[in-house]
């Protein structure tokens, strides 16, 4: 029997998770506990998927603390999700509708992908109803006003990411640009953390309640005040004023692209791939893209970065 646990044990074991111990490792027994309460109801989820790669899907599906299977089969609900679904075609449709219908306020809406928004969304479609196409655009603004909650998965969701770069021809834009009334989560980087994504619906789950969001809505469980930058551990490079002049070099990384003083995620706590690397521990700068400005305002690539004014 795991003992029950409060917000402020939750908080802190997603804030204080050091590398090589996987946040849903540290999780995994309250995600489990939450499960058995609400087995008999567990919360339906709609998937859309706009302007994107389908990256955070593939993100998600690394997930292995718990068992992605286990997520999906067990703890959600998953009734439409256009990549993982065995359905096609006018039935998979069908349950993404009856979903909406018969658990209006209570289903979760997750949208991975920017939203076009030019000339009415038609620049992506993801359907077709009475022979009309339907647009992320339309469906968004239809399903999500039905949702609990709306989960932007991934960088392009959030805030439009590289869909979103100039010239964005199809004025793609993050979700809570375009929903007004329905709570949006932002859960960004490129792709979304899956503790990131995971560690957020848990809590949803457990308390009943949105987590504390920022200015941008991020999560502050995995999107806090502090920089990649002030945890780095090449920061004591930095502080020496020693810069590397090539990626993979030794030294602090800022000369060669990066931009780790604006990025605020904890991608240098809990690393990728199954915990196993991450960006600048891998010789590469850090992209910053957990910002609304990523990719446009977070160039050069590899060149010296520029706080703008």
């Known amino acids: 029997m795991v003992r029950r646990i409060s917000r402020r044990e939750f908080i802190r074991i997603c804030t204080g998770t050091t590398a090589g111990i996987a946040l849903l490792s540290a999780l995994e027994p309250y995600i489990l506990e939450t499960l058995a309460e609400a087995a008999e109801g567990k919360p339906p989820v709609i998937w859309l998927q706009g302007a994107g790669c389908t990256g955070c899907s593939v993100s998600l599906l690394n997930a292995v603390n718990p068992p992605i299977q286990k997520v999906l089969l067990d703890i959600i609900s998953l009734r439409f999700h256009p990549t993982v679904m065995g359905a096609a075609g006018h039935l998979a449709w069908h349950a993404l509708e009856e979903t909406a219908a018969k658990y209006p306020g209570k289903y979760f809406l997750v949208v991975e992908g920017g939203v076009p928004t030019g000339d009415d969304g038609i620049y992506c479609t993801i359907g077709e109803k009475d022979g009309k196409e339907i647009t992320l655009l339309h469906a968004l603004k239809e399903y999500g006003s039905k949702a609990a909650a709306i989960i932007a998965a991934g960088q ?29 989560i932002n859960v960004p980087c490129c792709p979304m953390h899956p503790d990131d994504f995971l560690g957020t619906v848990t809590y949803v789950l457990r308390f009943g309640e949105l987590p504390e969001l920022d200015y941008f809505n991020r999560p502050k469980l995995f999107f ?3 920089t990649i930058h002030e945890g780095c551990p090449r920061c004591e490079y930095f502080a020496k004023g020693i810069f590397a002049k090539h990626p993979g070099d030794e030294g602090c990384l800022a000369m060669v692209g990066c931009k780790g003083m604006v990025a605020h995620s904890r991608c240098h706590v809990r690393w990728w791939n199954n915990h196993t690397n991450w960006c600048i521990r891998a010789g590469a700068p850090c992209q910053a893209c957990s910002e609304p400005g990523f990719p446009d305002d977070s160039g050069p690539l590899y060149g010296r970065y520029r706080l703008h004014e």
């Not at 590289?162 to 979700?175: D, F, L, W």
Request: aromatic share 6%.
């Open 156 to 184: 392009c969701a959030s805030f439009g990411g590289i869909p979103a770069a100039a010239p964005n021809p199809t004025t793609t834009v993050g979700v809570w640009e375009v929903v007004e009334k329905t709570p949006v």
């Open 224 to 226: 806090p005040e502090q």
